[in-house]
């Protein structure tokens, strides 16, 4: 009986499994079961119908795209340049001189007095026609008007005679060279033909003005 036990103590130490081995094996089967794990979901995943992955895609709210304001740069202002004003010198004696821009003479003027003499001037410094304010008895007065490059363009005259009942205004109007153009004279009061002949043309040959008439025929009746 003892020799018997002896054999069995034996036999049961050589069988006993190393612990070593023992966790070895134990790792590489959790290894196989994790790796089952994942082919099996990606399996799994295989076996959906894109449809079904399409129509979840699309389910999902799209989130707000954010706009960011843009600056629209303001067209600048274009700044005009200012247009060159006629100069106008004026001497110690009171004498008044308006100039073209290119700065030859366009108009003189006398200092002040009863009889106050204007000339007019064409660009290469000819005197082409005068003026004269007048305050006597009688009085004549001119106001001029020039265009922005110096010439001048129209003169507005009255004329008082004095112990008359009527007065006298004419519109003289002239070319950028400052020759005269034509006038239109006008009495106060006035008959019904010299409103219509009222008109002057310049005659530049002459150098005078030529008076524009207008004859009104009449109808006589028949014998």
């Known amino acids: 009986m003892k020799n018997g036990l002896a054999f069995l103590f034996i036999l049961l130490v050589a069988c006993k499994p190393d612990v070593t ?4 094996l134990q790792q ?10 994942t082919l099996k979901q990606e399996i799994q995943k295989d076996s ?3 449809e079904v992955l399409v129509e979840e895609k699309e389910s999902q709210p799209n989130k707000p795209t954010v706009l960011k304001e843009v600056e629209v740069p303001q067209p600048k202002e274009e700044i005009a ?12 004696n009171d004498t008044t001189y308006h100039y073209f821009n290119d700065g030859r003479l ?3 003027i006398a200092p002040r007095s009863e009889r106050q003499k204007i000339w007019i001037y064409l660009p290469n410094g000819e005197v082409i026609y005068e003026l004269e304010n007048i305050l006597m008895s009688y009085s004549s007065h001119n106001t001029l008007y020039f265009r922005t490059d110096g010439s001048l363009e129209r003169v507005s005259s009255s004329f008082n005679p004095g112990a008359s009942l009527y007065m006298y205004k004419t519109e003289t109007y002239f070319q950028t060279n400052n020759e005269p ?7 106060t009061p006035n008959t019904l033909e010299e ?3 009222n008109k002057w043309l310049w005659n530049s040959k002459t150098r005078s003005w030529v008076k524009q008439e207008i004859v ?5 009746p028949k014998q």
């Open 106 to 108: 366009s108009v003189k």
């Open 195 to 197: 409103q219509m002949n």
């Open 48 to 50: 959906i119908p894109k």
């Open 28 to 37: 590489q089967i959790d290894s196989l079961s994790l790796e089952l794990k």
């Open 21 to 24: 081995e023992v966790s070895n």
């Open 181 to 187: 153009k034509y006038k239109l004279e006008e009495k």
């Open 81 to 92: 340049p200012k247009k060159k004003e006629n100069p106008v010198v004026s001497s110690k």
């Open 216 to 220: 009104i025929e009449t109808n006589f």
